[in-house]
Structures are given as structure tokens and as C-alpha cells.
């Protein structure tokens, strides 16, 4: 993500809903829930789930996601900004890319050497083939 679009604002792991702190969401019997990116391109806010395997679930996050936006506190100057959901993951799966295709999510995918630059970007273990 920080390759193609380093000159866009973005958050990696981005905490989403309306309680700011653990703290918080325990009082509320709350969980606190993260994205694992959101970008922001020309006037358009992406959330983006990321999976090695594709996994039916992501959407439900990516819903979900979309759905708290705009009541996160640290998101509300972008909060009217149209939203785009982002699935990303290593392999295809056709049935998961027609139902992305039909939810409205971009289903893209990355590449093994593309995974393990970003791993040692963040000095993280990488991934054999």
C-alpha cells in the first residue's frame, strides 16, 4: 500500500467506531474493532481487509467498517467522503470475486514478493514460496 499510494493519507491497523479506548468499549461491553489499512485518494476514503487465503468473512468487516467510519472520532473531517471497500488477498477465488463484485468491495490481489517487501519494511518475518 505505501509503494502506490505514498502520497496519500493512510492508516495501517485503524481502530473504527464510536469509543475511543479500551477502557470505553470495556464499560460497554464493546469490542473495538480495526481495519488493517484505510486510505484516502482523491476525495475518496479506501478500507482495506487484508487475507493471505480468501475468506468470505472480510466481508462482513468490510461492511461493518464502512458502517463506523463516519462515527470515529479521529475520521470526522472525512466523514461525508464517499467509501470504498477493499479486499485483499494472495489467491482468486471466483465465487468470492463475483459476491465482492455484487457487495460493491474491490477484490484485489497481491503477489508473494509483494507480501514479503512489505513484511521487511516492517521488519517482520518473511513468508517463504
Known sequence: MWDQHREDLQWRNARLGQLPTKQLAR???TTLRYADAIY???GVVYIVEAKLTPDVRAFGQLELYRKLFPATLEFTQF???PIKM???TMLPDIN???LASEKGILYELYD???LNAALHEMQLPI???
Do not use: G
Open 27 to 29: 464499560m460497554y461491553l
Open 96 to 98: 468470492l470475486m463475483e
Open 79 to 81: 466523514k461525508n467522503y
Open 112 to 114: 508473494i514478493d509483494q
Open 127 to 129: 513468508i517463504e514460496d
Open 40 to 42: 484516502i485518494k482523491d
Open 86 to 88: 477493499v479486499f485483499l
